[in-house]
């Protein structure tokens, strides 16, 4: 986690050996109606996974420097694989997993 605003801050940075995370699809282009995005095929299971992997995420958090709220990005990334990993596929629309499994020839 970083805060932009605060230059005087240190990035905070956490290290996991375990990870458990759902497996959700990446949100259609924010212009895209629903009728469009129904109609559009299912992103790959790279795309998927990579959006669970790495992603950013703006907020507002505790700064001790600055000693307030302030505008943090927080950026998930992974560094190297965890030693338990856990993929929870509950999230996932109906059909993504065989549309992915056709793909690559089962």
């Known amino acids: 986690m970083r805060f932009p605003s605060v230059p005087e801050a240190a990035e905070v940075t956490s290290t996991r050996h375990s990870l458990v995370m759902p497996l959700t699809m990446p949100e259609a282009a924010a212009g895209a109606t629903a ?21 950013e995420r703006h907020t507002k958090s505790w700064c001790a420097a600055a000693k307030k709220y302030a505008h943090a990005v927080q950026r998930k990334q992974l560094q190297k694989p965890p030693n338990v990993w856990c993929m929870l596929a509950h999230q996932l629309p109906p059909g993504v997993m065989d549309t992915w499994e056709e793909a690559h020839d089962g």
């Open 35 to 55: 009728q469009l995005a129904a109609q559009q095929a299912p992103a790959s299971f790279v795309e998927a996974l990579s959006r669970c992997v790495s992603n």
